[in-house]
C-alpha cells in the first residue's frame, strides 16, 4: 500500500511568486492534515480536511495561504503571493476517520522563499 | 482546544543511561496521545500510543510511555539508550470528539558512546 506522498520534495521560489503544494494520502483516509515546521521549531497545525470539507482552519496564517481537496481524495496547498517567512518544511499526515488510530506522514515539502 | 507542550528541546544522554522525554498536555476531554519519531532524513514514524485501558503503554524499539490524568502527563522513557535512538520526538494529542491533532514542539535527543 502507498504512503502519503508530497510533491515536491524541494522548492525555491522568489518573494512574490505563487507555489503549490501537493498531498496524496493513503486511499480511504478520510482525515487530511497540514502542518509547518519552521527552523526546527514546532510543527505548527495549518488545517484539516474530513473529506472533502475543512474540519479547521484556525491554523492557516493568512489569506495568502488556500487549501483545497476537491473531491475528498488529494489536496493542495497554495501559497499567492508567497512571503520569506513562509520558508519551512509543510507535512501532510492522512488518518482513518478513527481518531484513535496511527496517522501516517509524508515526507515532506521543503519551501525556500528567496 | 488541546495543546501540548514538550518540556526541553535539546536531551542527552550517554549509551545505556536512562532516556526520559517529557510531554504534558492540555484538553477539556480526555485525549488520545501518540509520540512520534522522526530519524534523521525519514519522515515521522508512530512509536506508541494511548487510548484507552492500561495506562502504561509500550512501543517500538524499546520504549514505553505511562499516561497520568492527575498530571496531565505522557512522559516517555527508556532503561537504556542506543546510539541508534538519536532522533527527533514529538508528542502528540487527538481528541475524539474532532480527530483534531496537535503537536508539541518536539525534544532532540543525542546519545553520546
Known amino acids: 500500500e502507498a504512503g502519503v506522498t508530497q510533491f515536491p520534495s524541494h522548492s525555491v521560489i522568489e518573494k512574490g511568486q505563487t507555489v503549490t503544494l501537493r498531498c496524496d494520502p493513503i486511499s480511504g483516509h478520510d482525515n487530511l492534515y497540514w502542518y509547518r515546521r519552521v527552523m526546527g521549531k514546532e510543527i505548527k497545525f495549518l488545517l484539516h480536511f474530513v473529506k472533502e470539507s475543512k474540519q479547521d482552519e484556525s491554523g492557516m496564517p493568512n489569506n495568502r495561504f488556500l487549501a483545497e481537496r476537491t473531491g475528498g481524495t488529494y489536496s493542495t496547498l497554495k501559497v499567492q503571493p508567497a512571503e520569506l517567512e513562509d520558508s519551512g518544511v509543510y507535512f501532510c499526515?492522512?488518518?482513518?476517520?478513527?481518531?484513535?488510530?496511527?496517522?501516517?506522514f509524508g515526507q515532506g515539502t521543503r519551501l525556500t522563499v528567496v | 482546544a488541546q495543546s501540548v507542550t514538550q518540556l526541553g528541546s535539546h536531551v542527552s544522554v550517554s549509551e545505556g543511561a536512562l532516556v526520559l522525554l517529557r510531554c504534558n498536555y492540555s484538553s477539556s476531554v480526555p485525549p488520545y496521545l501518540f509520540w512520534y519519531v522522526q530519524y534523521p532524513n525519514q519522515g515521522l514514524q508512530l512509536l506508541l500510543k494511548?487510548?484507552?485501558?492500561?495506562?502504561l503503554v509500550k512501543g517500538i524499539n524499546g520504549f514505553e510511555a505511562e499516561f497520568k490524568k492527575s498530571e496531565t502527563s505522557f512522559h516517555l522513557t527508556k532503561p537504556s539508550a542506543h546510539m541508534s535512538d538519536a532522533a527527533e520526538y514529538f508528542c502528540a494529542v487527538t481528541l475524539a470528539s474532532n480527530n483534531d491533532m496537535r503537536f508539541g514542539a518536539g525534544t532532540r535527543l543525542t546519545v553520546k558512546p
Open positions: 499526515a492522512s488518518r482513518t476517520e478513527l481518531p484513535n488510530t496511527e496517522a501516517f
Open positions: 494511548y487510548t484507552t485501558g492500561a495506562t
